[in-house]
């Protein structure tokens, strides 16, 4: 969760209005409206969650403009390659990832609620948003949720400076008996684009170690960096930072596992391959992801499942704390409280933002909307 903005600049906007927006812009670019809705409803999610990175801000720059493009197909063909009673293959055929992510999803969730396990592969989709939104799907079926994808080269390898791995996240998720469950949703890099584009967007420098030059030395000049990393001039660091001093190895290791489930499995693309640039072109990504529904209910009761998860994370939050801070939080507390926070409120859109979403609506004609930042 990340909020840089000047308070003064930003205009919060209710979540409501922003959804059926996306849903009209999707449209707008030959979505299908039930398509719209779950694109749009992946987003939103990310928004009230306060994970801004990877909301309405990449409404634009990673779907719209990816399909008006022509390297993204706004129609979303799901082909089942293999089908097994406890996993299958998918290809996505280029579509909307949010669509083939949910769909992908339900189908390991189904396999699940049959045979105690369930999981699918995908090739060939597209960036789907937040992983804990597929997550919280096998949560709210009784179930353990796993998922990870691939993504475009910014990860270098500990002791290198190219930018082989994408940023990979890894995200795992379980019910508890409190009012949230456990959501752990981070890629394996320590920060991503969407984070940077963040800072960008609020004219900040990101903090060293973030990203590494070529050089072998940390920058921090956060819109050159946005750039360089679609060149290779810049590449991120992974969990654990530069080297092997505080274990870089560690989340360079996590991504390849990453990395191997989410193409080696389903004979997708990796590495270089999904840079998005052929022969100085633009071409589809072709990412891979994988997707693992775990049912409770076939290992132990669920409501004893909650209760002694409920019981690990409110110890972890008991225990005792450092010197001068506030309180522990545990995995999907923090999305919980920005929740709370933001429901009545809605999300902050900052100048950057709002400038793009007033084109979109213009080049869309999209005039029964009337924005609070709009003169």
Known sequence: MVLLENSEKVVWVDFD???????????????????????????????????????????????????????????TNIEIIKDGPTTAVVDGHNGMGQVIAKKSMALAIEKA??????????????????????????????????????????????????????????????????????????ATSITQRGKIEVYDRAGKDIPPGWVIGEDGKTRTDTHQILQDLKTGKAALTPLGGIGEETAGYKGYGYATVVEILSAALQNGKYLKMLSGI??????????????????????????????????????????????????????????????????????????????????LKEELGLTQYKFPFER
């Open 17 to 75: 209005t922003l959804e059926n927006f996306m849903v009209d812009v999707f449209k707008g670019v030959g979505v299908p409206e039930g398509d719209a809705k779950i694109c749009a409803d992946v987003l939103i999610t990310a928004d009230k969650r306060g994970i801004d990175s990877h909301g309405i801000g990449r409404l634009k720059p990673i779907y719209y403009d990816r399909i008006k493009a022509g390297i993204q197909s706004p129609k």
């Open 278 to 359: 052929q022969d100085g072109k633009s071409v589809p990504i072709n990412l891979g992801h994988f997707f693992i529904a775990i049912n409770i209910s076939s290992f132990t009761d669920l409501e004893s499942f909650k209760k002694i998860t409920g019981d690990i994370l409110r110890n972890l939050r008991a225990s005792k704390k450092a010197p001068g801070a506030e309180r522990i939080y545990t995995a999907g507390e923090k999305e919980y409280l920005s929740w709370l926070e933001r429901k009545d409120k809605g999300a902050p859109i900052n100048q950057n933002l709002q400038q793009q979403i007033i084109n």
């Open 113 to 186: 609620k049959k045979m105690g396990l369930g999981m699918v592969a995908v090739r060939n989709s597209t960036h789907y948003g937040i992983a804990g939104y597929y997550i919280l799907m096998a949560i709210k079926a009784g179930m353990i949720g796993i998922t990870g994808t691939n993504a475009r080269p910014s990860i270098a390898p500990t002791f290198g400076v190219e930018n082989m791995l994408g940023t990979n996240p890894l995200a795992y998720g379980a019910p508890s008996d409190e009012e949230f469950p456990f959501v752990l949703d981070c």
